[in-house]
């Protein structure tokens, strides 16, 4: 089933297109967003967020209209967002930060407020850290408290700009997990940088450069984009072709096959490298 | 651990009934810990059981009420409305205390130098109208406010929640101004002369931030003021408090207000960050 639907949504910062004619439909399960930086990922997040308006374009999320300053609110009471910098109150403990959010989504009556919070606590496994506040809590903590308050009111819709950015491999692991959860039954969209958060938890993949969707299907449907293109070789290839040494001491080379070298399982990265060019290859080497 | 020993079926249903003597329930309840099986027969209400430790987990973390908080719930305000409010950043203790502060120095120099309290006095005339103006800038969206964009995305988001959040903001200022005021040395009525300047720029600078930024509205307005009050006092000397505060120029202050107050309304849904600007 379709939840959100976007036509022709085009976004311009004074002379900078960061959105470009996108359209692009999601469904139920994990959307990943993959891109450079100023791509327009989170332009579009925010977009889908209400958090800013399109210049152009319609946005339908269960076939309401956020242009429309009624339904704006309907679509506010069925998303959860979670954006890059949650600016969460530093002095506020956790409780007290969700039973704030709480109110800011109509949750007025009190028992029903704190039962709320309670289960969305409960769901990032932050119950024992109630009377923590923010400031005391780790990154991951934090970013999962930031995750707790998207999921207040039980959206149908959750929106998650660079969650894991900042995450030791443990708490990175603990969010993949609560995120692969969440996309059981809600429609969740997740931007990132990385290919292997993608890998993991996604259903479906768009790729976004210069404000435009390059590519979109599944996580596999990605890695066969580099399908005959990948390379494993002894020797660093000559030439200018994107190549790096990898962990066995082979050098795995983008594009054309260098002299003597052996094709190679594509990965998402390749994939995903493959398809940007020169911009994401600058990137990932950088 | 586990036990061969079981409690009598009599035993239990006493203890089911409420009528066994307390030495006895210790007892059948010691043995219970250790009994999983003798722990099955008594029937758990779970449902009362799971209510109790909510209510006593609330209990424990769920934020303590104030006694402004508490004053404010008796004289009416609900509790959910009260929650938005004290996450105003210009009605944090630290703002609170920092302009209390600068207030009572007002004060205490306009008493203790006497000789140059009319100064004084009219320089806290030309000044406190800015008081709610810099209030009103802290008291929604960027930079005051780090969690402006998840607000900004909630069901509340939108022109009534910046104006709650201002009306409560303008009603802390000018309560601390209008005590100060009432404190001060100098004519009686000085207590009451800014009061309608303050309103002019208060909607002003709400009705400015339709097509600004909270703070750039507060600025240029706050400057504005400034400057006009500046001038005057260099080219109408000893008139200043007539020309400035008095009756022609507190009407013209209210007509203004009503202008901006229509302009406030008009363009309200400005507020919400989903309009496209």
Redesign the interface.
């Known amino acids: 089933m379709t939840t959100v639907t976007l036509q022709g949504l085009g976004k311009r910062y004074g002379t900078t297109t960061a959105l470009d004619a996108v359209d692009l439909s999601i469904g139920v399960g994990v959307t990943g967003l993959l891109g450079p930086n100023g791509a327009g990922k989170t332009t579009l997040l925010?977009c889908l967020?209400?958090?800013?308006?399109?210049?152009s374009g319609t946005i339908r999320v269960h076939g309401l209209d956020?242009?429309v300053?009624a339904q704006?609110?309907e679509v506010?009471?069925r998303?959860g967002?979670l954006?890059q910098?949650?600016?969460?109150?530093p002095n506020?403990?956790a409780?007290?930060l969700l039973?704030?959010?709480a109110?800011?989504?109509?949750i007025?009556d009190?028992r029903q407020?704190?039962?709320e919070v309670?289960r969305v606590l409960d769901e990032v496994e932050l119950t024992d850290r109630?009377?923590t506040k923010v400031r005391k809590l780790s990154g991951g903590m934090r970013q999962r408290l930031g995750l707790a308050?998207a999921l207040l009111g039980d959206p149908e819709l959750v929106i998650l700009d660079e969650p894991t950015v900042g995450l030791d491999p443990e708490q990175r692991m603990l969010f993949r997990a609560l995120i692969s959860r969440l996309g059981e039954r809600r429609t969740v969209l997740l931007s990132t940088h990385q290919t292997e958060d993608v890998g993991a938890l996604c259903e479906r993949v768009v790729v976004m450069s210069g404000g435009r969707v390059v590519f979109e299907g599944g996580p596999r449907d990605l890695a066969q984009v580099a399908e005959g293109q990948v390379w494993l070789s002894e020797t660093p290839p000559q030439g200018n072709a994107a190549y790096w040494r990898n962990a066995d001491g082979f050098y795995r080379t983008l594009g054309r096959r260098p002299d003597g070298a052996e094709p190679a399982r594509p990965s998402i990265e390749d994939g995903y490298l493959l398809l940007l060019g020169n911009v994401a290859v600058t990137e990932a080497i950088r | 651990m586990t036990t061969d020993w079981h409690i009598d079926p009599g035993l239990i249903e006493q203890y089911e009934n409420g009528t066994l003597v307390p030495s006895r329930v210790m007892a059948v309840e010691a043995h219970m810990l250790s009994c999983a099986a003798c722990r099955a027969l008594i029937p758990a209400e779970d449902a009362w059981l799971d209510d109790s430790w909510?209510a006593v987990?609330?209990e424990?973390?769920?934020?303590r009420v104030g006694p402004v908080a508490r004053l404010l719930t008796r004289a009416g305000l609900?509790?959910?409305r009260l929650?938005?409010l004290t996450?105003t950043p210009a009605l944090r203790w630290s703002w609170v205390l920092a302009t209390s502060a600068v207030l009572t120095l007002a004060v205490a120099a306009a008493w203790f130098g006497r000789e140059g309290s009319q100064a004084i006095g009219q320089a806290f005339l030309a000044l406190a109208p800015i008081l709610p103006v810099i209030a009103v800038s802290g008291a929604y969206g960027p930079p005051a406010?780090?969690?402006?964009?998840?607000?900004?995305?909630?069901?509340?988001?939108?022109p009534g929640?910046v104006l709650w959040r201002a009306v409560s903001v303008i009603g802390v200022a000018v309560v601390m101004a209008g005590v100060a005021a009432v404190l001060l040395p100098g004519p009686g009525w000085y207590a009451a002369a800014w009061l309608l300047p303050a309103l002019l720029l208060s909607t002003g600078t709400l009705a400015l931030a339709t097509s600004l930024t909270l703070p750039v509205a507060a600025v240029v307005l706050g400057a504005l003021w400034l400057t006009g009050v500046l001038v005057v006092a260099r080219t109408a000397e000893g008139l200043f408090v007539s020309s400035v505060f008095g009756p022609t120029a507190q009407l013209a202050y209210l007509l203004a207000a009503a202008v901006f107050a229509a302009v406030l309304i008009t363009r309200r849904?400005r507020f919400?960050?989903?309009?496209?600007?």
């Open positions: 925010r967020a209400t958090a800013l308006g399109p210049d956020p242009a300053a704006r609110t506010r009471r998303i967002y954006p910098n949650p600016g969460l109150y506020f403990t409780y007290a039973d704030y959010v109110v800011l989504k109509e007025t009190t407020r704190r039962a309670r109630a009377k308050q | 909510s987990y609330d424990l973390h769920a934020p609900p509790g959910h929650r938005l996450a406010d780090p969690m402006h964009e998840i607000t900004g995305t909630t069901p509340a988001a939108g929640l849904r919400d960050l989903g309009e496209s600007r």
